[in-house]
């Protein structure tokens, strides 16, 4: 069981998009449609912003939304605003009652 | 509303064992979620560490299996972890979580540092 790979550090402008990547094998993200993704801000708990790859828990903007092509998942941010400047992890279903995190992506909002 | 909360020594001595209790209120163990602890240590990621449904079974990374226990005490309604030869490599913080293939619920979140 590796760990997902996630970029270490994207940015983006205030009313632009961002993508974040999330790159698994087929005996995680490829095989299960279990991909989430979490919103973490300094000494918080992370927050679920996308399950299931693509549904949006009730109360996430919008702005927010999930794909995957293979085993890479996407998050996709649109219309960033500065609250959006966090740490981003994905995560997926591994099979047999497991679970695997990505390393984690810092978003800066310039 | 489901309210999850770490508890446990926040300093622990190399190769001794890790011991917190999560208390749950808001919702029962014996149903409908995975139970579970996932810990991140200081400037970096997120790791699952394992995690049980009640009657079916509980299931451990791989990693960390041959060290980890959780077990549920569904009379007082919390869980707990133990983790045994402890190194610096394992000072975290620690979260209780509430699993549906995705973490639906988290505590707070107890920092634990393993030094002497």
């Known amino acids: 069981q590796s760990a997902l790979t996630q970029p270490r550090s994207v940015s983006g402008s205030p009313g632009q998009s961002v993508t974040i990547s999330c790159t698994g094998t087929?005996?995680?993200?490829?095989?299960?449609?279990?991909v989430s993704w979490y919103q973490q801000h300094p000494d918080k708990a992370p927050r679920v912003m996308i399950y299931?790859?693509?549904k949006r828990p009730s109360g996430v903007p919008d702005r927010f939304s999930g794909s995957r092509s293979g085993s890479t998942a996407s998050l996709t941010i649109s219309g960033l605003k500065a609250e959006d400047e966090a740490d981003y992890y994905c995560?997926?279903?591994?099979?047999?009652?497991?679970?695997?995190f990505g390393g984690g992506t810092k978003l800066t909002v310039l | 509303q489901v309210q999850l909360q770490e508890s446990g020594p926040g300093l622990v001595k190399p190769s001794e064992t890790l011991s917190l209790t999560c208390a749950v209120s808001?919702?029962?163990?014996?149903?409908?979620?995975?139970w579970g602890w996932i810990r991140q240590p200081p400037g970096k990621g997120l790791e699952w560490i394992g995690s049980?449904?009640?009657?079916?079974?509980?299931y451990y990374n791989p990693s960390l299996k041959s060290r980890v226990t959780i077990l549920q005490d569904t009379s007082k309604n919390h869980l707990s972890l133990k983790l045994s030869s402890v190194t610096a490599a394992d000072t975290a913080v620690y979260y209780c979580?509430?699993?549906?293939?995705?973490?639906?619920?988290w505590g707070q979140g107890t920092m634990v540092t393993v030094s002497s």
């Open positions: 979580v509430a699993l549906n293939f995705y973490v639906v619920f």
């Open positions: 808001g919702f029962s163990i014996s149903s409908n979620y995975y």
């Open positions: 049980f449904f009640h009657g079916r079974g509980t």
């Open positions: 087929s005996s995680d993200v490829g095989g299960y449609d279990y």
């Open positions: 299931d790859v693509t």
């Open positions: 995560s997926s279903y591994a099979g047999s009652y497991t679970w695997v």
